[in-house]
């Protein structure tokens, strides 16, 4: 069974930084495409940043965009999201997702077949 693990969310300044990981275990880690999403209260799920199985491929959301980073360690199965500058809109529980089908340029939600639970973080102004 796959299973997907987020951590290093928390509360933070606006202008700060946090690290998030996602630890996957259950199946190969290196054969899937990878995303990070997001989700506000009141608001749909929102795609943040993506990267493919070998990384030679990543995008993140204009929203994010100089800010964001995605990165992965195959050999430790786990996805990475650093998050720099961050601001009080960024608020919300983070979502990593995986998936073994190549999916759209456009990060959507639909197109991811596992989750993690979500880890939240908050930015004070």
């Known amino acids: 069974q796959v299973h997907l693990v987020e951590s290093g969310g928390g509360s933070v300044q606006a202008g700060g930084s946090l690290l998030l990981a996602c630890a996957v275990s259950?199946?190969?880690?290196?054969?899937?495409?990878m995303g990070w999403f997001r989700q506000a209260p009141g608001q749909e799920r929102e795609g943040v940043a993506a990267?493919?199985?070998?990384?030679?491929?990543?995008n993140v959301a204009d929203s994010v965009k100089g800010r964001f980073t995605i990165s992965r360690d195959n050999a430790l199965n786990t996805l990475y999201l650093q998050m720099n500058s961050l601001k009080p809109e960024d608020t919300a529980i983070y979502y990593c997702?995986?998936?073994?089908?190549?999916?759209?340029?456009?990060?959507?939600?639909?197109?991811?077949?596992?989750w993690g639970q979500g880890t939240q973080v908050t930015v004070s102004s």
């Open positions: 997702a995986a998936t073994s089908r190549i999916p759209s340029r456009v990060i959507k939600a639909e197109e991811y077949q596992y």
């Open positions: 259950g199946t190969t880690f290196s054969s899937h495409y």
């Open positions: 990267i493919t199985p070998r990384a030679d491929y990543s």
